[in-house]
Nanobody
Framework: EVQLVESGGGLVQPGGSLRLSCAASGFTFSSSAMSWVRQAPGKGLEWVSN????????YYADSVKGRFTITTDNAKNTLYLQMNSLKSEDTAVYYC???????????????WGQGTLVTVSS
């Protein structure tokens, strides 16, 4: 069974940093494409970042580019999202998800974690 479990959320002040983790199991993590998606209070889902683990290629939404970094540790089957220079608008529930690649890019997300809440506030 494919499972994704996020951790690392919490309350942080504007300008601060936080690292989210996503522990993966039930599939070959090193050959996967993984995503971070967030949902701000009262808003829809927003894609944040993708990593194509098998080629170490990464992509970011313009809203987080230069501030967030997506990485993996294949020995630990864990996905990370390092978030720096956090803003109030980054407040959201953050989900990790396993992507299904269609062609060259993620076509859809087939398995989601339960989410972890990040609150950026003074």
């Amino acid at each position: 069974e494919v499972q994704l479990v996020e951790s690392g959320g919490g309350l942080v002040q504007p300008g601060g940093s936080l690292r989210l983790s996503c522990a993966a199991s039930g599939f070959t993590f090193s050959s996967s494409a993984m995503s971070w998606v967030r949902q701000a209070p009262g808003k829809g889902l927003e894609w944040v970042s993708n990593i194509y683990n098998y080629i170490s290629d990464t992509y970011y939404a313009d809203s987080v580019k230069g501030r967030f970094t997506i990485t993996t540790d294949n020995a630990k089957n864990t996905l990370y999202l390092q978030m720096n220079s956090l803003k109030s608008e980054d407040t959201a529930v953050y989900y990790c998800a396993k992507g299904v690649v269609l062609g060259e890019f993620v076509g859809y997300l087939e398995v989601w974690g339960q989410g972890t809440l990040v609150t950026v506030s003074s």
